[in-house]
């Protein structure tokens, strides 16, 4: 029920594309065009640059960076032919796709390079950073459709009935030799209004003036373009501004794809395999090259240098704790051993001496043959005499 639902929603993009486009207001051109204003949510990098112009002065030119694409990039200095120039592409949803061309052997066919514009296609303002929309990135029309344009033209991408997620930032890519004469109509304004839809109220958001020559533009999905009950349901337009003198077979308003807007993937009525956000989790450990970036590199070297002599640190504190506690067990035995010392007026020749001193006046008796079980000294001390006894005169 949930898919038919989707499916009859997606159905109703034939039925937009048939109203008949209204005829545009003829409006002064814009003052000014900011590179910048095209993404609101965009993070703007370190890197400055000079540009040269064509009248021979200076620009500074601040490079923006959206997932890891760069719009006003700074074209290479040199070229080195034995290496390949990675290029973006853009997926059907819109999410941008790093493409990195491959050569088979050295001065041998490349393969995966960037596809080239027509001759006829409009010069644009600067270097694109994704993809344009031509050739057979434009979507072939549905078989039998009485209508030649296939649905959601001239948007290449986001292809219609694609689902959108809070947050996340989408690449709006258009056909600029729709209007009949690419010089002719130089800027266009991108809007969306909720579906379905009842009046001019229901504008869901309208950009600023942009390049139509330059083909692109990044969409930031914001919460806010998810009210009214409409389920996030919307479709996007294109409005060109048309100049009185215009020689273009087409100036009205175009109605592009049908696309949806929801909180998160588990919302999705398709399958959701990637988001353009995932682009940032490769990027920042890899460079343009395909190797380590300078700030993963240096990372790489440094931290495991600190982890060493962090643990020869530690290991010479351990050490030092360890010494102290083995002089301080030393000096404990030393003073247990000092407690059980001899009394400080005794020495052992003085004990010694005073045994054979003993045991010299005990044999003086005359008596050779006394009991020794009788004696009042102790035995030991009796031992200790060497003199043999003299027997008596008188018992001879």
């Known amino acids: 029920m949930k898919f038919t639902s989707f499916a009859t929603t997606i159905a109703l993009a034939s039925l937009v594309t048939a109203l008949p486009a209204p005829h545009p207001e003829i409006t002064d051109a814009p003052e000014q065009y900011s590179l910048e204003k095209r ?13 040269t112009l064509a009248n021979g002065g200076y620009e500074l030119v601040t490079e923006t960076i959206i997932d890891a694409v760069t719009i006003s990039a700074q074209p290479p200095t040199t ?3 034995s290496k390949t120039t990675t290029w973006v592409s853009v997926d059907n949803s819109g999410i ?12 041998g066919e490349t393969y995966s390079t960037s596809p080239t514009a027509p001759t006829s296609y409009p010069t644009p303002n600067a270097i694109p950073p994704v993809i ?17 344009n296939p649905p959601g033209y001239p948007f290449c991408t986001p292809r219609n009935g694609t689902e ?3 947050g996340e930032t989408y690449w709006l890519t258009w056909d600029p030799t729709y209007w009949g004469s690419p010089n002719d109509i130089k800027f266009v304004k991108i809007y969306a209004r909720y579906l379905p839809s009842d009046n001019n109220e229901d504008q869901v958001f309208i950009t600023d003036w942009v390049s139509n020559a330059d083909g692109y533009f990044p969409l930031t999905i914001l919460d806010d373009y998810r009210i009214r009950g409409t389920n996030g349901y919307m479709f996007v337009n294109l409005m060109p501004l048309v100049p009185d003198n215009t020689i273009s077979t087409k100036v009205g308003t175009v109605s592009g794809p049908i696309i949806r807007v929801i909180a998160s993937a588990s919302d999705a009525e398709t399958v959701i395999s990637r988001l353009p956000s995932d682009n940032n989790k490769s990027s920042n450990n890899k460079d343009d090259n395909g190797g380590l970036s300078k700030g993963a590199l240096t990372a790489a070297i440094v931290v495991p240098i600190i982890f060493v002599i962090l643990m020869c640190v530690l290991v010479y504190f351990w050490f030092m704790v360890r010494k102290k506690a083995m002089n301080a067990h030393k000096a404990n035995q030393n003073a ?16 010694q001496t005073n045994q054979s001193t003993f045991s010299t006046n005990t044999n003086a008796t005359g008596n050779p043959f006394h009991d020794r079980n009788e004696a009042t000294e102790p035995i ?16 001879v």
């Open 39 to 51: 993404a609101q949510q965009a993070i703007n990098g370190n890197s400055v640059w000079t540009s």
């Open 79 to 81: 070229t080195d032919n």
């Open 96 to 107: 941008p796709i790093a493409i990195t061309p491959t050569i088979v052997t050295p001065g």
């Open 132 to 148: 344009r929309c031509f050739g057979d990135r434009v979507p072939a029309a549905n078989s039998g459709s009485s209508s030649n």
């Open 164 to 166: 959108m997620i809070v």
């Open 336 to 351: 247990a051993t000092k407690g059980k010392d001899l009394p400080k007026d005794s020495s052992l020749v003085t004990v």
């Open 380 to 395: 030991d001390s009796v031992e200790l005499s060497t003199r043999k006894p003299t027997l008596p005169t008188s018992a």
